[in-house]
């Protein structure tokens, strides 16, 4: 059993920054690989970045290459999502996810993600 708990949302100005955090509670933080996904109103769940459980391998979609970036601190049970340059178009309720299938690459398909967060809200206002 994972327990997932985000923080650090908000609201931000379109150009500004936020930092999420998503910390991790059960079992061992680092045997699993992390994600962040995202859900604007009326849209489905989507994927944003991942990490694998040893912080050696990300991965992002192209929407937020170069202005996301996803690190992990596995003594402190944390994963993060730096976010820069914001724009309006990530507004989104953002859930971090844990895929306990280590043994397997890093997946963004969201159906192979084991336990989720409650979700934290990020508005960007133009």
């Known amino acids: 059993q994972v327990q997932l708990v985000e923080s650090g949302g908000g609201l931000v100005q379109a150009g500004g920054s936020l930092r999420l955090s998503c910390a991790a509670s059960g079992r061992t933080f680092s045997t699993y690989h992390m994600g962040w996904f995202r859900q604007a109103p009326g849209n489905e769940r989507e994927f944003v970045a991942a990490?694998?459980?040893?912080?050696?391998?990300?991965y992002y979609t192209d929407s937020v290459k170069g202005r996301f970036t996803i690190s992990r601190d596995n003594a402190k049970n944390t994963v993060y999502l730096e976010m820069n340059s914001l724009k309006p178009e990530d507004t989104a309720v953002y859930y971090c996810?844990?895929?306990?299938?280590?043994?397997?690459?890093?997946?963004?398909?969201?159906?192979?993600?084991?336990?989720w967060g409650q979700g934290t809200q990020v508005t960007v206002s133009s």
């Open positions: 990490i694998s459980w040893s912080g050696g391998s990300t």
């Open positions: 996810a844990a895929d306990l299938q280590r043994w397997r690459a890093v997946t963004t398909t969201l159906d192979e993600y084991d336990y």
